[in-house]
């Protein structure tokens, strides 16, 4: 299927309508808060914010694991946003926590570093 707009004309339209999306995560051209935090740390809050964490279900997704086992530890299914919420993690966090680097994201961000996530 052909898109109706050239590519660099479809590629932008694209790209303003997910800036219109509701997500506190501003494009720019400035590394995103928390530079000065500890590599591993600021790596994981990175991940987390950017939905590319080492979570199972992306594991399963990406076909890094062998098994089809996309189960969190608490039993639910373990995604990006789970992880912000799961009950194994003591503290609840949000996507504006992790976009401000706040005491929730960078103890969120602690606590799942423990699962090389
Ligand atoms: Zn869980």
């Known amino acids: 299927m ?3 707009d050239p590519p660099d004309q479809a590629r932008l339209l694209r790209w303003r309508a997910e800036e219109e999306l509701d997500d506190p995560i501003q494009h720019n051209q400035h590394l995103p808060p928390g530079k ?3 590599w ?3 790596k994981t809050i990175n991940r987390l914010r ?3 964490a080492r979570t199972r279900s992306n594991m399963v997704k990406w ?3 062998n098994k089809e086992d996309d189960k969190c530890e608490c039993g ?3 995604t990006d946003e789970h992880l912000l919420n799961c009950t194994m993690n003591p503290t609840q966090c ?3 926590d992790l976009a401000q680097v706040n005491k929730n994201a960078i103890d969120t961000a602690t ?3 423990q699962y090389k996530i």
């Open 111 to 113: 606590h799942w570093l």
């Open 94 to 96: 949000t996507k504006n």
């Open 76 to 78: 639910e299914r373990q």
């Open 50 to 52: 950017t939905g590319v």
């Open 36 to 38: 000065d935090l500890q």
């Open 2 to 4: 052909e898109p109706k």
């Open 40 to 42: 591993e740390l600021w």
């Open 63 to 65: 076909d890094f694991n």
